[in-house]
């Protein structure tokens, strides 16, 4: 496994195909490795270099500049060449001393490896000397480039900003592919665990980036780029893809249960009933086509940690079309319906479904229930102090609370408890990360809460709602409930390729013994996914669940 991904990292035996020996192959493949290598020297530049990090260059245009003499570059020595006399236009690299010292911070550094720079393959030992030496010389000021926000996310900045750039030359094509790899590169936490490794999405999207036909395909293409990231958080959207798949969408959405395409949920319940689409209705095709072969044809377009949290983003790629209409095959009943159902743009969804309001009930077993979406923070004393007689406590966490659950969590503990541990961006040393403190909790004297606990949690449970549902889980008696959440923990970070923006996870988010939190979503004590049946008879099979578990 290790010798195929240093194939794919550095394409030195090249691809195995029939037109392998075409010369004109080999020739767009040699200018595709250059290419390849042009992106990492540009982006180690740019974060590395004293000069360049000070921002005393227009990087983008040295980068414009830089791609036709790479990829003119016959072997080694020619492109090391180039390489050579552009790092030496860039002026003096001084000694670091502060470079040298060690750091008494623990680093993280799953996401670091510089290894590319020493590779003999591609560089000639006099560049690959040079670049050692800028790394061990990197720039220690402030970076022109990125800093940090006030929660240790980075943020980029400086970055020229470009307008009327839907579908640009092929330079700049490069440009804004290589300035997104570079940012995710060095400054993405979770890079290190995405299923395709990065540097093999940098040599994949070159060539498409450059035969890209029109803006559509261009920005199609940014969207494969961004969900290759394999994070919630990761989103891009653009008029023109919006326009491709359609921005009008039935009054419902779906998701997988039992590997069925279920509906689960209403956008507008009136309209659902106008056009006799219920929950638990199975979608078995959607103009012709198996809907879970749409699924599969349709997921390099899907944002999502997880299979569990990509099943709920399908709606508006499975639905959405510009006509009025869509022809949809259900299963109801064991009986095949042929429907003809609506679309509507979605501000003929207003007003949406109704909710219960409640902010909490006791039921008649002394139970008591908590919904973090319809909590208010000022709420907290006073609910908790109303319900801390009951037997048991569920709070609900599938949606986005409006605040962090300190003040309950302190109600559920004896004793000082730590829930989380982050990780923060090196910027004194670029793809390395730093840990942070371990993020604890202290009690709230004479206040405990002694009754068993759980909270409910599934792919709706995302970012804030699973930092959340980590601070509740300290709790002495806490069990959580349900399934796996969207594993996109801690505060966001705005990146772009050119003109078009899009989002990473900017901060690392693990457990106080390390574990992660990404992808893989928060701990689950018992784990309960909602049946098709269920659905179809209206159950809350999670909550019922819990009541279960507290009637113990």
Request: contains cysteine; neutral net charge.
């Amino acid at each position: 496994m290790g010798k195929l991904k240093w194939v794919l990292v550095f394409c030195i035996c090249g691809f195995v195909t029939s037109g392998q020996n075409h010369p004109i192959a080999k020739v767009d493949d040699k200018k595709n490795e250059n290419l390849a290598s042009l992106a990492k020297v540009w982006g180690f530049l740019k974060y590395y270099h004293p000069n360049v990090a000070k921002g005393n260059f227009n990087w983008d245009e040295q980068l414009i500049q830089m791609i036709p003499k790479v990829e003119q570059a016959q072997n080694k020595d020619d492109l090391s060449r180039i390489y050579l006399e552009w790092i030496a236009a860039l002026g003096v690299v001084k000694e670091c001393k502060s470079c040298k010292e060690t750091s008494k911070e623990k680093s993280f550094d799953k996401n670091f490896d510089l290894s590319w720079t020493q590779n003999a393959t591609i560089f000639t030992n006099e560049l690959s000397q040079k670049l050692k030496y800028i790394q061990e010389n990197r720039s220690q000021g402030s970076n022109f480039y990125v800093t940090t926000g006030p929660e240790d996310n980075i943020k980029v900045r400086n970055e020229i900003s470009y307008s009327d750039f839907e579908y640009p030359d092929e330079g700049h094509r490069l440009l804004s592919l290589f300035r997104y790899w570079n940012t995710v590169e060095y400054f993405f936490p979770y890079k290190y665990i995405t299923d395709q490794n990065w540097d093999a999405v940098l040599i994949e999207m070159i060539p498409r980036f450059k035969s890209a036909k029109n803006a559509l395909e261009y920005q199609l293409l940014m969207q494969e780029t961004v969900v290759k990231l394999d994070d919630t958080h990761a989103s891009f959207y653009s008029d023109k893809n919006f326009d491709f798949f359609g921005r009008k969408y039935i009054p419902a959405f779906i998701n997988l249960v039992e590997d069925k395409v279920v509906v689960v949920g209403y956008y507008n319940d009136s309209l659902a009933k106008l056009n006799d689409i219920k929950i638990g209705d199975i979608i078995e095709e959607v103009d012709g086509k198996n809907a879970l072969a749409i699924m599969s044809d349709r997921k390099k377009y899907v944002n999502g940690s997880n299979n569990n949290t990509k099943a709920k983003n399908y709606d508006y790629l499975m639905f959405n079309g510009a006509t009025d209409s869509v022809k949809i095959k259900i299963r109801r009943d064991n009986q095949i319906l042929d429907k003809t159902v609506k679309r509507y743009y979605g501000i003929d969804f207003q007003p949406r479904v109704s909710h219960n309001k409640d902010k909490f009930t006791v039921d008649e077993n002394n139970i008591a229930y908590i919904n973090l979406d319809n909590l208010e923070m000022k709420d907290q004393n006073v609910i908790m102090q109303k319900i801390n007689k009951t037997k048991g406590l569920i709070i609900d966490v599938r949606n986005y609370p409006a605040f962090m659950p300190y003040l309950i969590a302190r109600r559920l503990i004896k004793q000082d408890k730590a829930y989380n541990k982050l990780i923060k961006p090196d910027l004194t040393y670029p793809g390395k990360y730093i840990w942070k403190k371990t993020n604890s909790i202290d009690p709230m004297k004479n206040e405990y809460y002694a009754g068993k606990v759980v909270v409910l949690v599934n792919e709706q449970t995302q970012s804030m709602a699973e930092y959340s549902t980590m601070i509740l889980q300290i709790g002495d008696n806490v069990v959580t409930i349900g399934s796996q959440t969207a594993g996109a923990d801690g505060d966001i970070s705005r990146i772009e390729f050119l003109t078009f923006k899009s989002a990473i996870s900017g901060l690392g988010v693990f457990y106080p013994d390390e574990t992660p939190t990404q992808r893989v979503g928060v701990k689950v004590d018992i784990k309960v996914r909602p049946t098709i049946k269920g659905i179809q008879e209206g159950r809350d099979e999670v909550l019922e669940k819990a009541k279960e578990y507290l009637a113990l």
